[in-house]
């Protein structure tokens, strides 16, 4: 703990949760003054670090896949500006090969000062719907270096001392394909990171710089505390297991193994990537931020109670091969690093299902993302736009529970499905089909969630690229059977689409394109 300051339990309970809330301004701050329609159904997430840049809070709804990597790119920051922050600095990053996850997720970070010293930083990441890159939306699924993907923004000052920095921002922007949403959601993003900050300053107008401090390193032991206690309760030992991605395209034949070793000692959980396969010739690769955050996800899907920061990643350690898919390194290309991502949080889900059998889950849909980028001729000077879709599906089944219908994917949890009508009235797209597939789930005492077929219409438009990501045709999604004590239960997949059968599903489009 930070200084010769001691919490009360009340005083505690306070922080701890007026931390939380602080964050959860900040979400409220963003939906209210983001540009882009893909931040506005929640493709962000924001974060609260103390001053050393380790996690202190996130909010209640941020995303899945953001969770494990705000401490990293906060840090980075700190390292490339030591010594030169001010009150009023914002700065910009979304490098996925220090800690980032791709190139469309751009944080803004904000320090925090009391009494002419950095107390925290506060910190607010939103999906860009387009970074630069070959195609519109910045999903060049053909890359095999990042050169194609959009702009790598390393650390750079976006405010100086409350100056706007316009020919930075305006640099930054002009490489995109929609600069005008790119300054409205700079702008809106570094006004979330000032709403924490006031609520930040408020609480040490209350209570005192020296408790505030306490109180962001106490909740971190708290949350470590909590952790290794319920890890120390569980047996030593190993478990194994292996996922794919579906093929590497400029390799051969064969799909992409992902292995991943468990290993419980004492209070401590180490994840071994050993013998996962190298990069692969597609953007279906995960630099090492991105990867660590899929672990801290899946993991914490089975501690859903604790709040989430940095004492939660003291209890793990993560063994990846450089190099491979799952610790990508420059130039690599990683924007896919959603499908990855996906497979190691179900294999996670799969290795903790038999430790906690009680909470079992099996595997959810894959994710799939569509982008339909051109040039809107509903319009005389045909502007560019940009359809990003994703999809939700059906969850695994779960012990007593069948799996959820038609939700987010487990790698966006947090994220809306987005409505069809905000984005016929944004796009020259019309959705004339959008239902849940019935007995698309896998069967079973607890069946698997329910999928959706949706079909989409491009109408007045120019020059359109589609870009269509997604995984799990031949790497099928499975079943689960995990011997629970008070019933022997039997969980099948979530599906995709069309169809599951217990344990495994057939893979069928989500999508029809006319």
């Given at each position: ?11 505690f309970?306070?922080?701890k ?37 380790e996690?202190a809070a ?22 490339h ?10 700065f ?13 997720d ?30 519109p939306g ?9 050169f ?17 920095c ?20 700079i ?17 040490v ?18 949350v ?6 319920r ?34 000692r ?17 953007i279906?690769?995960?630099?090492f ?16 109670d ?32 959603l ?7 179900n ?20 994710l ?17 736009f ?39 009235r944004a ?15 896998g ?15 491009v ?56």
């Open positions: 703990m930070a200084g010769d300051v001691s919490l009360d339990p009340v005083t309970e306070v922080l949760n007026s931390f939380i809330t602080s964050v959860d301004q900040m979400a409220e701050q963003i939906l209210r003054t983001c540009y882009s329609f893909v931040i506005y159904n929640r493709d962000f997430s924001s974060a609260l670090h103390d001053a050393a840049g996690c996130q909010g209640n709804q941020d995303i899945a896949v953001h969770v494990g990597t705000l401490h990293f790119t906060c840090k980075e920051v700190m390292r500006f030591d010594g030169d922050m001010h009150e009023g600095d914002v910009a990053i979304n490098d996925p090969y220090a800690g980032g996850t791709h190139f469309s751009v944080r803004l970070v904000r320090p925090i000062f009391a009494d002419g010293k950095i107390i925290a930083y506060s910190q607010s990441n939103g999906h860009w719907s387009d970074v630069g890159g070959s195609v910045s999903f060049d699924v053909a890359a095999r270096e990042m194609r993907e959009g702009l790598r923004i390393t650390p750079v000052r976006l405010f100086s001392k409350g100056r706007f316009k020919d930075v921002a305006h640099l930054i922007a002009s490489n995109t394909r929609d600069p005008a949403s790119i300054i409205g959601d702008q809106a993003q570094a006004q979330a990171t000032q709403v924490c900050e006031r609520e930040i300053l408020r609480l107008g209350k209570y005192g710089r020296a408790t505030v401090e306490t109180g962001l390193a106490a909740v971190q032991d708290y470590e505390r909590s952790a290794r206690l890890i120390a309760a569980l047996p030593d030992g190993e478990w194994e297991t292996v996922d794919y991605i579906d093929r590497d395209p400029a390799g051969g034949e064969g799909m992409i193994p992902i292995r991943i070793k468990m290993t419980i004492g209070d401590k959980v180490i994840y071994d990537f050993t013998g996962s396969h190298p990069t692969i010739g597609s279906y690769n995960s630099a931020g991105a990867t660590f955050s899929a672990v801290a996800a899946g993991m914490k899907t089975f501690f859903p604790l709040p989430l920061n940095s004492g939660f990643y003291r209890c793990f350690e993560i063994v990846a091969p450089q190099g491979s898919i799952v610790d990508a390194k420059w130039p690599v290309a990683v924007t896919g690093f499908m990855p991502f996906e497979k190691i949080m294999a996670i889900y799969e290795m903790w299902s038999k430790l906690m059998p009680e909470r079992a889950l099996a595997c959810a849909f894959n799939e993302y569509l982008l339909t980028g051109g040039r809107d001729a509903r319009s005389p000077d045909k502007p560019i940009m359809f990003y879709d994703w999809l939700p599906g059906g969850w695994g089944g779960r012990n007593g529970k069948d799996g959820s219908n038609v939700t987010t994917a487990c790698f966006g949890t947090g994220l809306m499905s987005q409505p069809v009508e905000g984005q016929e796009n020259p797209i019309l959705t004339t089909e959008c239902e849940i597939l019935t007995d698309s789930a069967p079973g005492r607890w069946r698997g969630g329910a999928g959706v077929l949706k079909t989409s219409r109408l007045e438009a120019e020059n359109t690229v589609i870009s269509y990501i997604c995984d799990r045709e031949r790497a099928v999604v499975w079943g689960s059977k995990a011997a629970c004590p008070r019933c022997r239960m039997v969980s099948p997949c979530g599906a995709p689409g069309r169809s599951a059968t217990s344990g495994s599903a057939r893979s069928s489009p989500m999508y029809r394109s006319v």
